[in-house]
Antibody, heavy 123, light 108 residues
Framework: QVQLVESGGGVVQPGGSLRLSCEAS????????MHWVRQGPGKGLEWVSF????????YYADSVKGRFTISRDNSKNTLSLEMNSLRDEDTAVYYC????????????????WGQGTLVTVSS | EIVLTQSPATLSLSPGERATLSCRAS??????LAWYQQKPGQAPRLLIY???KRATGIPARFSGSGSGTDFTLTISSLEPEDFAVYYC??????????FGGGTKVEIK
């Protein structure tokens, strides 16, 4: 079954840290770039970060640059998002999503999404 | 950063009616626009990519059109399961990839 399953969400105090994970199955994970997208409570979708299929390049939204780190382990079919210096405005459901089939394809069509994991930043 | 503006914010229609949703980009994005459907408590679902191509398994009542800065998602005849929030999304220029603010299609 082709799917993405996120985990690691929870409640954290402002300034704290959290690590999210996304486990992929049913497709050739190591051939795809991967994204994190978040959605604040009652809000729209916000792209957070992207990592190349081999982990060689990473990209971030300005709102998280310097605080979040995306990484992947292709031997375990997992994607991670390390989140530090968390702020109230980071409260959101975080989704992992499949990106382009690389390296030749750079079409960021997010065609497969996980169910999301909720991160709440609150004192 | 490319800003996507969706209109209207809310569309109140009855089952069987035609829905027309708009998305305008702050600069040209050629055809690199996609549409997603999201129901409460669920992840977004890809409907349309590259402005007019239906994703796998998407019913023919969903169609997309447009290029440059103006795009439209049309649902020809609303089914009960189509009442949801719809987001447009651009991949022409990044980072950042950007989404519109959404259009809620609600039952009248």
């Amino acid at each position: 079954q082709v799917q993405l399953v996120e985990s690691g969400g929870g409640v954290v105090q402002p300034g704290g840290s959290l690590r999210l994970s996304c486990e992929a199955s049913g497709f050739s994970y190591s051939s795809y770039g991967m994204h994190w997208v978040r959605q604040g409570p009652g809000k729209g979708l916000e792209w957070v970060s992207f990592i190349w299929y081999d982990g060689s390049k990473t990209y971030y939204a300005d709102s998280v640059k310097g605080r979040f780190t995306i990484s992947r382990d292709n031997s375990k079919n997992t994607l991670s998002l390390e989140m530090n210096s968390l702020r109230d405005e980071d409260t959101a459901v975080y989704y992992c999503a499949r990106g382009p089939h690389q390296p030749l394809n750079l079409d960021h069509i997010l065609d497969l999404w996980g169910q999301g994991t909720l991160v709440t930043v609150s004192s | 950063e490319i800003v996507l503006t969706q209109s209207p914010a809310t569309l109140s229609l009855s089952p069987g009616e035609r829905a027309t949703l708009s998305c305008r980009a702050s600069q040209t994005i050629d055809i690199y626009l996609a549409w997603y459907q999201q129901k409460p408590g669920q992840a977004p679902r890809l409907l349309i990519y590259d402005a007019s191509k239906r994703a796998t398994g998407i019913p023919a009542r969903f169609s997309g059109s447009g290029s440059g800065t103006d795009f439209t998602l049309t649902i020809s005849s609303l089914e009960p399961e189509d009442f949801a929030v719809y987001y447009c999304y651009q991949r022409k220029t990044w980072p950042p990839l950007t989404f519109g603010g959404g259009t809620k299609v609600e039952i009248k």
